[in-house]
């Protein structure tokens, strides 16, 4: 207890209600807060609720809508949060899963992190006995591509995927003619009985590729992790299961609840 009271007097209390204000914008359902809105929840008062989101709009770690009447997190924090994921060295994390996945499946396993409206492909494990497939790490891709896009659209929240379904070009079936919305919605509910997405052979003949995604610590998605290979489809499916069980595991050790 003494130890306890000890550490107290080392907390300040503006810092502590930096941060519990910025927890309730990233937990929020909602794309803004009004300030009402804001004081109710956090239970701080409003002078104080308005100097401290002042202080972080001024070095861009909180905004306000166009409108002036709400408050959502700012763009600073994506450099903040790459730094994060920088000091987590994920590819090296990713390594062994990834190993493992193409030892057992015969194919290529990836790992591709988004960042802002793209993935990267950050890390791989390569099966010479499989044959055609080259992914180069650095390899880069639309957020909605393919299998992975079908993977990270159906883990998000309702409003992150109405927005993401917002944006003009989609390409979750390759081109963004192709896009169904029926189609696509009756795909992600397969994936969320399922954990893994798959894509038969539609945008590379002959080659089909398997993909769950990765979940961060605030419990949306950072990446997905991805299997190709000349394997059948039935054989697909069954890979299917060890990709979203690697890709669950992943997500754990990051410190997420999948």
Do not use: W
């Not at 807060?33 to 972080?56: F, H, R, W």
């Not at 600073?76 to 000091?87: E, G, M, Q, T, Y």
């Not at 927005?163 to 979750?172: Q, V």
């Amino acid at each position: 207890m003494k130890d306890k009271k000890s550490e107290e007097r080392y907390i300040v209390p503006a810092v502590e209600q930096a941060v519990i204000l910025l927890k309730l914008l990233e937990s929020s359902s909602s794309t803004h807060l009004s300030l009402t809105q804001i004081c109710k929840m956090s239970g701080i008062n409003k002078s104080k609720v308005y100097s401290i989101l002042n202080t972080l709009q001024r070095h861009g770690i909180v905004t306000r809508n166009l409108a002036g009447n709400g408050y959502s997190l700012g763009p600073a924090l994506i450099s903040l949060s790459r730094k994060v994921l920088d000091n987590l060295n994920l590819p090296r994390l990713a390594e062994p899963i990834l190993a493992e996945l193409s030892e057992k499946t015969g194919g290529t396993a990836v790992f591709d992190l988004i960042i802002q409206d793209n993935v990267y492909t950050v890390a791989k494990a390569e099966n010479k006995q499989d044959i055609g497939i080259a992914i180069r790490v650095g390899l880069r891709f639309p957020l909605t591509f393919a299998a992975h896009g079908k993977a990270i659209a159906a883990v998000m929240s309702e409003d992150d995927l109405r927005e993401l379904l917002k944006s003009p070009r989609l390409y979750f079936y390759g081109k963004p003619e192709y896009y169904d919305k029926e189609r696509l919605y009756k795909d992600l509910e397969e994936y969320r009985k399922k954990g893994f997405a798959l894509e038969l052979g539609e945008i590379n003949p002959g080659i089909n590729t398997i993909a769950s995604a990765v979940i961060g610590p605030n419990n949306k998605p950072i990446g997905a992790i991805l299997v190709f290979g000349t394997f059948s489809a039935e054989k697909a499916c069954e890979f299917g299961l060890l990709v979203a069980d690697a890709a669950r595991s992943f997500s754990k050790r990051l410190g997420a609840n999948p």
